[in-house]
């Protein structure tokens, strides 16, 4: 596998998780990395993204302030530190690659996915 999630978990609400994704087998190192999420019956949403260099990052609003995404280019690494979590933070969190894109937030755009790690919050 190419990019592996961990540490999800069960948490109360108003706690914080931390995220790792992985990459193996090949460098990402010039590519921007992004985090997605699908709940059940919903559609994989947008969370965080990263550019290649880690200088520029991106949130979806439901998700700005309360999370951080980060990355270690030498260990082909991200992060994805989550504050203050919610039940509706409850989800599948996917780590992906996409080389050459400027459309962070569009998941098609991406072309290396991971099997996903899940985030359940309790109220």
């Known amino acids: 596998a190419h990019l592996v999630e961990s540490g999800g978990g069960l948490v109360q609400a108003g706690d914080s998780l931390s995220l790792t994704c992985a990459a193996s087998e090949r460098t990402f190192s010039d590519y921007a990395m992004g985090w997605f999420r699908q709940a059940p019956g919903k559609e994989r949403a947008f969370v965080s993204a990263?550019?290649?260099?880690?200088?520029?990052?991106y949130y979806a609003d439901s998700v700005k302030g309360r999370f951080t995404i980060s990355r270690d280019i030498a260990n082909n690494t991200i992060y994805l530190q989550m504050n203050s979590l919610k039940p509706e933070d409850t989800a599948i969190y996917h780590c992906?690659?996409?080389?050459?894109?400027?459309?962070?937030?569009?998941?098609?755009?991406?072309?290396?996915w991971g099997q996903g790690t899940q985030v359940t919050v309790s109220s």
């Open positions: 992906s690659a996409t080389h050459g894109t400027l459309r962070m937030a569009v998941d098609h755009e991406y072309d290396y």
């Open positions: 990263i550019n290649w260099s880690g200088e520029t990052t």
